[in-house]
């Protein structure tokens, strides 16, 4: 609005004509501002005064798939390359950014209040084994309830989040035990009820619910688990003038999807919107003045050394979403586990007693930013072949690099996807002298056309299922 044309965007939803048009009017200098996700950092600028990457803790910004990079590494060569200032902007900043910073690699600037002088929200713990104790069993606690009762009678808008989609997380049969999986993946398959399908979140397979159990043939097939579908349900069927948005990866699939919901919640089309972690940050309503996370366990328990720090910066994300206009705002995050030190910063709006904690964590289990991260994926069709090569590489990286810790070889979290067999070591290194020249080798040998299994090395990942 400020800059009215001088702005391009770049972003996968656009069509090839779009980008296309897009990166014309930068090449011919129509533009001087490029907004976008971390493909942006690419945009061709020829002279560039300034690069910022907001929410620079936002996994999304390491590229998974090839070509992998790290986007604040490619804009530091890009500002070096331009001598011009990186902003790396952050309400929670990633462990590794904000060490570099107290080290002085990094400028540190520190923003202590809202830019509007608001509080930021109290915030309240839920423990979920008392209100099981007190007989509820519901998805929501009995003070959750109450409140998000109050703030519909109120007027006011409620953020509800849950970083699960779909309806129910698994099927299970009461009369075998036999839990419903994909085919294609070691994974169970989401009920999605709005069109009665099982779906991989994984490799995209469908299909429709079963009438009877596929292994005993029973009928006493039962939902277990809930996700966004589940709760937008609940919240129509248990709460008086509620007009709910469900805001997940499967509403807002059709493109500008995402802009028609967020436009009908801040016209106050409706008083809930219950979401996935898409709904953590950079949403800004005036009138939300409740947040609540109705399981926040569920990122805490995820095998991966990172499973703290997300969990730390996802909810003080999202509970940042409550209170930005003249109300009070308030959040509850239900848990079964409210002693737990990262819940207890988070209550806190604590990020230093979480950052210190953390990094002592860190040191003694040798993680980043103490070493240097490097995932070595083993990927095969057959299982024989991917054990096998897996312990050939394990022996050749423990004889070319005596000083660097090797992990495994151990099946991946989800250890088969899309039909292939997957197994991963780490190696934690601090000095990364030869390391490339080794990596290089064995990834040219086992890379070749006709091999059995195809291997991919990963520098600092950021995922490890």
């Given at each position: 609005?400020?800059?009215?044309n001088?702005?391009?965007?770049?972003?996968?939803?656009?069509?090839?004509?779009e980008?296309?048009?897009?990166?014309?009017?930068?090449?011919?200098?129509?533009v001087?501002?490029?907004?976008?996700a971390?493909?942006?950092?690419?945009?061709?600028?020829?002279?560039?005064?300034?690069?910022?990457?907001?929410?620079?803790?936002?996994?999304?910004?390491?590229?998974?798939?090839?070509?992998?990079?790290?986007?604040?590494?490619?804009?530091?060569?890009?500002?070096?390359?331009?001598?011009?200032?990186?902003?790396?902007?952050?309400?929670?900043?990633?462990?590794?950014?904000?060490?570099?910073?107290?080290?002085?690699?990094?400028?540190?600037?520190?923003?202590?209040?809202r830019?509007?002088?608001?509080?930021?929200?109290?915030?309240?713990?839920?423990?979920m084994?008392?209100?099981?104790?007190?007989?509820?069993?519901?998805i929501?606690?009995t003070?959750m309830?109450?409140?998000?009762?109050?703030?519909?009678?109120?007027?006011?808008?409620?953020?509800?989040?849950?970083?699960?989609?779909?309806?129910?997380?698994?099927?299970r049969?009461?009369?075998?035990?036999?839990?419903?999986?994909?085919?294609?993946?070691?994974?169970?398959?989401?009920?999605?009820?709005?069109?009665?399908?099982?779906?991989?979140?994984?490799?995209?397979?469908?299909?429709?619910?079963?009438?009877?159990?596929?292994?005993?043939?029973?009928?006493?097939?039962?939902f277990?688990?809930?996700?966004?579908?589940?709760?937008?349900?609940?919240?129509?069927?248990n709460?008086?003038?509620?007009r709910?948005?469900?805001?997940?990866?499967?509403?807002?699939?059709?493109?500008?999807?995402?802009?028609?919901?967020?436009?009908?919640?801040e016209?106050?089309?409706?008083?809930?919107?219950?979401?996935t972690?898409?709904?953590?940050?950079?949403?800004?309503?005036?009138?939300?003045?409740?947040v609540g996370?109705?399981?926040?366990?569920?990122?805490l328990?995820?095998?991966?050394?990172?499973?703290?720090?997300?969990?730390?910066?996802?909810?003080?994300?999202?509970?940042?979403?409550?209170?930005?206009?003249?109300?009070?705002?308030?959040?509850?995050?239900?848990?079964?586990?409210?002693?737990?030190f990262?819940?207890?910063?988070?209550?806190?709006?604590?990020?230093?007693?979480?950052?210190?904690?953390?990094?002592?964590?860190?040191?003694?289990?040798k993680?980043?930013?103490?070493?240097?991260?490097?995932?070595?994926l083993?990927?095969?069709?057959?299982?024989?072949?991917?054990?096998f090569?897996?312990?050939?590489?394990?022996?050749?990286?423990?004889?070319?690099?005596?000083?660097?810790?090797?992990l495994?070889p151990?099946?991946?979290?989800?250890?088969?996807?899309?039909?292939?067999?997957?197994?991963?070591?780490?190696?934690k290194?601090t000095?990364?002298?030869?390391?490339?020249?080794?990596?290089?080798?064995?990834?040219?040998?086992?890379?070749?056309k006709?091999r059995?299994?195809?291997?991919?090395?990963?520098?600092?990942?950021?995922t490890?299922?």
């Amino acid at each position: 609005h400020r800059f009215k044309n001088q702005v391009a965007i770049l972003h996968s939803k656009l069509s090839p004509g779009e980008r296309y048009d897009e990166y014309r009017r930068i090449l011919n200098k129509d533009v001087k501002i490029v907004v976008g996700a971390r493909s942006a950092v690419f945009a061709p600028l020829e002279k560039i005064g300034l690069i910022i990457l907001d929410e620079e803790h936002d996994a999304s910004y390491k590229q998974e798939t090839k070509p992998r990079y790290q986007t604040i590494q490619i804009a530091r060569i890009r500002g070096q390359y331009h001598n011009c200032p990186v902003v790396l902007g952050s309400a929670t900043p990633s462990l590794e950014s904000y060490s570099r910073a107290l080290k002085g690699i990094y400028d540190l600037y520190e923003l202590n209040n809202r830019i509007n002088k608001f509080p930021l929200p109290k915030i309240e713990l839920i423990d979920m084994a008392d209100e099981i104790r007190h007989k509820n069993y519901s998805i929501f606690s009995t003070a959750m309830k109450a409140k998000i009762q109050d703030c519909i009678d109120k007027d006011e808008q409620i953020i509800l989040f849950l970083n699960k989609r779909g309806y129910a997380t698994y099927v299970r049969c009461l009369d075998c035990g036999e839990v419903i999986k994909c085919p294609h993946c070691d994974v169970t398959l989401t009920y999605h009820k709005h069109d009665n399908k099982l779906r991989c979140h994984y490799c995209e397979y469908q299909r429709d619910m079963f009438i009877s159990c596929p292994n005993c043939n029973g009928h006493n097939l039962k939902f277990v688990g809930s996700g966004t579908q589940k709760i937008e349900e609940y919240l129509q069927n248990n709460f008086i003038n509620s007009r709910v948005i469900r805001y997940d990866v499967d509403s807002t699939r059709k493109k500008q999807g995402h802009h028609q919901l967020l436009k009908q919640f801040e016209n106050q089309e409706a008083n809930i919107l219950i979401g996935t972690q898409m709904i953590a940050k950079g949403l800004d309503f005036e009138n939300v003045t409740f947040v609540g996370v109705i399981n926040a366990d569920l990122s805490l328990n995820i095998p991966d050394f990172r499973a703290n720090e997300r969990t730390f910066q996802l909810l003080e994300q999202v509970s940042g979403r409550s209170g930005r206009g003249k109300k009070q705002g308030t959040v509850m995050i239900q848990t079964y586990n409210p002693d737990h030190f990262v819940l207890q910063c988070v209550k806190n709006h604590d990020y230093q007693s979480f950052y210190q904690k953390e990094m002592e964590m860190r040191k003694l289990a040798k993680y980043p930013p103490y070493c240097y991260l490097i995932s070595i994926l083993v990927q095969g069709k057959k299982e024989d072949d991917v054990t096998f090569c897996s312990q050939q590489i394990k022996e050749y990286l423990v004889k070319q690099l005596p000083k660097a810790i090797v992990l495994g070889p151990a099946n991946c979290t989800i250890y088969k996807m899309n039909d292939i067999y997957r197994k991963r070591m780490t190696l934690k290194i601090t000095n990364t002298t030869h390391v490339y020249e080794v990596l290089h080798a064995m990834s040219d040998y086992y890379n070749k056309k006709g091999r059995k299994v195809n291997v991919i090395c990963d520098f600092n990942p950021y995922t490890t299922i």
